[in-house]
């Protein structure tokens, strides 16, 4: 079963850090595109972040300089570093993948590329 579990929200002051991570089950993370989105309240979903599964990588320009999007191949894991985070960072927090062939570079952002969603987790920015 084809499964991502996202981990590591949390509560944190303005300017400070958080790691999130997407743990894949179910089939070989590498191999595949892995995108972030965030959901705040009252707003849609947002694409934030994307590595290919050829290691490129993809930001949306909020976050540009402050996330890293990264793999660990053999933790079948991909990650979010988000550092200077702001309360406007707040959200909850999706990874999201595709079983189908699909070239991120222009549709990374749109959540009808993907058909695999995590749960989510929560970041909250706040002092």
């Known amino acids: 079963q084809v499964q991502l579990v996202e981990s590591g929200g949390a509560l944190v002051q303005p300017g400070g850090s958080l790691r999130l991570s997407c743990a894949a089950s179910?089939?070989?993370?590498?191999?595949?595109?892995i995108g972030w989105f965030r959901q705040a309240p009252g707003k849609e979903r947002e694409g934030v972040s994307c590595?290919?599964?050829?290691?490129?990588?993809y930001y949306t320009d909020s976050v540009k300089g402050r996330f890293t999007i990264s793999r660990d191949n053999a933790k079948n894991t991909v990650y979010l570093q988000m550092n200077s985070l702001q309360p406007e960072d707040t959200a909850v927090y999706y990874c999201?993948?595709?079983?189908?062939?699909?070239?991120?570079?222009?549709?990374?952002?749109?959540?009808?590329?993907?058909?695999?969603w995590g749960q989510g987790t929560q970041v909250t920015v706040s002092s």
């Open positions: 590595i290919s599964s050829s290691d490129t990588t």
């Open positions: 999201a993948t595709s079983s189908r062939t699909w070239n991120p570079r222009r549709l990374w952002a749109s959540m009808a590329s993907y058909n695999t």
């Open positions: 179910g089939f070989i993370l590498d191999s595949y595109a």
